[in-house]
């Protein structure tokens, strides 16, 4: 079974400061999906950025990138130029492209922006 | 992407009763999913419903707690009985967005059992 761990329960940073959470998963698959969700005090469910496993070059979203290691297991959301609508919680979360296709979630790390 | 309506968007509940929460898509989907995130924890997979079949359910759930339809490919309910106080949580239904680029999320259901 596949596992997402994140670390970080909960950071805080300056407006327009770069923040970077991390996450670590478990599996033996091969080829499968990363994800970054974000869940602002809406609960709604957003998604941030996703990774393609068999791509070597990292995702970019405007001000969001990942750091992709294979071979560690290692997917981190790093924020550029934080904002204070960025304030949320984020969720890294795993899908393997053989069988059920549903998300495995990590924990969630709660990020607060500060004016 | 898909635009998902997801109905009520919180609801106060006795126990013993019970909550049937519906999803509806703009779009025609395969599967839709059913998720749990009990208060201040991550979402829990509940089951995956496709439409002219039984639900398929996670470990720990239980169809006779949690029966689900799915009548056609745009809409889908999730029901949960016999309602505990261990029940008050947030559900949430998603589908595959379009092309894959990833899962869209209903906006959630806020449940309190008292």
């Known amino acids: 079974a596949q596992t997402v761990t994140q670390s970080q329960p909960e950071m805080s940073v300056q407006e327009a400061e770069t923040v970077t959470l991390s996450c670590t998963y478990d599996?033996?698959?091969?080829?499968?999906?990363l994800f970054w969700y974000k869940q602002p005090p809406s609960r709604q469910m957003i998604l941030v950025i996703r990774q393609e496993a068999y791509k070597q070059q990292n995702a970019t979203e405007n001000r969001f990138s990942v750091n992709f290691q294979k071979a560690a297991k290692s997917f981190s959301l790093k924020i550029s130029d934080s904002q204070l609508g960025d304030t949320a919680m984020y969720f890294c979360?795993?899908?393997?492209?053989?069988?059920?296709?549903?998300?495995?979630f990590g924990q969630g790390t709660r990020l607060t922006i500060n004016p | 992407s898909a635009v998902i309506s997801q109905k009520p968007s919180r609801d106060i509940c006795q126990r013993g009763t019970s909550l049937t929460i519906q999803c509806q898509v703009d779009?025609?989907?395969?599967?839709m999913f059913w998720y749990r995130q009990q208060p201040g924890q991550s979402l829990t997979l509940i089951a995956t419903?496709?439409?002219?079949?039984?639900?398929?359910?996670e470990s720990g759930f239980v169809i006779d707690k949690f029966p689900i339809s799915r009548p056609n490919l745009t809409f889908s309910t999730l029901t949960v009985s016999n309602l505990s106080p261990e029940d008050s949580s947030i559900y949430l239904c998603?589908?595959?967005?379009?092309?894959?680029?990833?899962?869209?999320f209903g906006s959630g259901t806020r449940l309190t059992v008292v």
């Open positions: 998603s589908i595959e967005g379009r092309n894959f680029y990833g899962y869209t």
């Open positions: 979360a795993f899908m393997k492209l053989q069988g059920a296709q549903k998300l495995v």
């Open positions: 599996t033996s698959e091969n080829n499968y999906y």
């Open positions: 779009s025609q989907v395969t599967m």
């Open positions: 419903a496709n439409q002219g079949s039984e639900a398929t359910y």
